[in-house]
């Protein structure tokens, strides 16, 4: 069936470093793919979608590429800082409603 | 717009015991859905209904749990005869979208319902 596998966290960063969380998926056909964000105590909050293979999400500095050939929808970010940190989830979905989600990659990034 | 509500947000209950939450969904989203995740693991996927029309149930909700949306407004979920497996988070979203939207429509999720089964 399909599958998100991420990469385990946490990831712990200093400010203004290079942020990337992988994130690795199997489906058949052409899911969209999407990484949400849980920042501590909110609910999860869409950060940015990809629907076919070559696009690239973008929102709030971040961004990721839908690599068809690998697989693949890394998270990126060039600068990240101190309100970055929360809990990043990989999903996707091959209907109109259902996602599936990766385990999440808990991200702390320090002063 | 003040978001998709659930209600409560913690919820400690002995095994055995029945239990029901609440999701009030963003007004006027045709589509609501519930997803449970443990500890450590991203949502899965439980159920889903248009307006009032429970359309797909996981068979990860066994016979003891039941979900309904009357006039298509807010759902309930309840489980039965609670057992320790249960203790989660139950997460609530929604989003608009009539029956024939074939692309995705971005799910507003609420702040979860916490339950603790001892």
């Known amino acids: 069936g399909d599958s998100v596998t991420q990469m385990e966290g946490p990831v712990t960063l200093s400010e203004e470093a290079f942020l990337t969380i992988n994130c690795t998926y199997t489906?058949?056909?052409?899911?969209?793919l999407f990484w949400y964000v849980q920042y501590p105590g909110e609910g999860l909050q869409l950060l940015l979608k990809?629907?076919?293979?070559?696009d690239k999400g973008s929102n709030k500095g971040f961004e990721a590429t839908y690599r068809k050939e690998t697989t693949s929808f890394h998270l990126e970010k060039g600068s990240v800082q101190v309100s970055d940190s929360a809990v990043y989830f990989c999903?996707?979905?091959?209907?109109?409603?259902?996602?599936?989600f990766g385990s999440g990659t808990r991200l702390l990034v320090r002063p | 717009d003040t978001g998709v509500s659930q209600d409560p947000r913690h919820k400690i209950t002995k095994r055995g015991q029945n239990v029901t939450f609440r999701c009030d969904p963003i007004?006027?989203?045709?589509?609501l859905y519930w997803y449970r995740q443990t500890l450590g693991q991203g949502p899965e996927f439980l159920t889903y209904f248009q307006n009032e029309a429970q359309l797909e149930k996981s068979r990860l909700l066994s016979d003891r749990f039941s979900a309904e949306r009357p006039k298509g407004s807010f759902s309930t979920l309840e489980i039965q005869r609670t057992e320790q497996g249960d203790s989660a988070m139950y997460l609530c979203a929604s989003s608009p979208g009539g029956l024939l939207a074939r692309s995705y429509n971005e799910q507003f999720f609420g702040p979860g319902t916490r339950l603790t089964v001892l």
């Open positions: 007004s006027e989203h045709n589509r």
């Open positions: 489906a058949t056909g052409y899911p969209s």
């Open positions: 999903a996707l979905s091959r209907s109109s409603y259902k996602l599936i």
């Open positions: 990809a629907t076919k293979a070559d």
